[in-house]
């Protein structure tokens, strides 16, 4: 580990509520960038406009998601870069981390880099007074049920590393590794509408489904649900922000991306992010 008392500096982008088309592509883009050389390791925050749904890189469209409902509520709808399941963008802050695999401080294996990552949410979860620990499967049942989750929603079992307050998820994350740089980006739930989420999935039978809504309601929770003041977007902002700081004992530098980066990031919303070839594949 480097010396506790040098902290390296890292760009920090806050980019406020954006097209989920923008999101995913500057998330592509920071990547890109930082495989280059041309940025250094980068946080950034981010909320959604409008709410959207977005899907894991290998999810299934027509076997697990419900674009009428999808419709019917109006969010906006996109495939992520990176693995996972279902996750819908609400009322949440969203992060993501970019930061070469050859980093000094990020170990090698995948759930070990996540662990080393995660430790900037769990000190932002102190930050708001919740004593948030990480979830690490015990059993062989557990793990094995982590390899072939059934269900399509994101927060419904947390896995390695996730992190736990009271038992219950309240982050949940996803990771990709392109270019000799690891991606890591995930939303901190600050309030949540299950009966929403639960319906922009489709399930074998109604019973199915009022079974897994039920189960959800032990496995995740919102960060309203147990703080005794709610905390707004901008409130989150601060604290994670100050425990990302202190969990990877970094300190971060605000930076806007200047017009060319900007028209980079437009260009691959476009030709990427905003095409059904993309959304929809599969």
Same mark, same amino acid.
């Given at each position: ?100 695999? =050859?980093?000094? @401080?990020? #170990?090698? *294996?995948?759930? /070990? +880099? ?5 430790? &900037?949410?769990?000190? %932002? ?99 309203? =649900?147990?703080? @005794?003041? #709610?905390? *707004?977007?901008? /409130? +989150? ?5 100050? &425990?990302?700081?202190? %969990? ?35």
């Amino acid at each position: 580990m480097r010396d506790r008392l040098m902290k390296e500096t890292w760009r920090f982008i806050d980019s406020g509520h954006c097209s989920p088309s923008y999101n995913m592509a500057l998330d592509e883009m920071l990547l890109q960038w930082h495989s280059e050389g041309k940025i250094p390791p980068t946080i950034r925050f981010y909320g959604w406009n409008p709410a959207t749904l977005s899907i894991g890189y290998f999810q299934k469209v027509e076997k697990e998601i419900n674009m009428d409902a999808v419709n019917k509520y109006d969010v906006g709808f996109v495939r992520r870069p990176t693995g996972g399941r279902g996750v819908l963008h609400d009322e949440e802050l969203t992060y993501s981390v970019i930061v070469t695999e =050859e980093h000094p @401080d990020m #170990p090698q *294996t995948v759930t /070990e +880099a996540y662990r080393v990552i995660s430790q &900037g949410l769990l000190e %932002g979860f102190r930050e708001v007074g919740l004593d948030a620990y990480f979830a690490i499967p015990k059993t062989k049942e557990e793990q094995e049920a982590l390899k072939n989750p059934r269900s399509a929603v994101c927060f419904d079992a947390p896995s390695w590393y996730e992190l736990v307050v009271e038992g219950r998820k309240v982050a949940g994350s996803a990771q990709t590794r392109q270019k000799g740089v690891i991606l890591q980006h995930g939303s901190i739930i600050l309030d949540l509408d299950e009966d929403k989420l639960f319906d922009m999935f489709l399930y074998p039978s109604d019973r199915v489904r009022e079974r897994m809504q039920r189960n959800f309601k032990n496995k995740a929770v919102a960060i309203n =649900e147990l703080v @005794d003041h #709610p905390i *707004t977007y901008d /409130e +989150a902002k601060v604290a994670f922000k100050n &425990g990302f700081e202190k %969990g990877l004992n970094i300190k971060l530098e605000l930076y806007e991306l200047t017009k060319e980066e900007e028209e980079q990031v437009l260009k691959v919303a476009k030709e990427r992010y905003e095409q059904d070839d993309w959304n929809f594949k599969r």
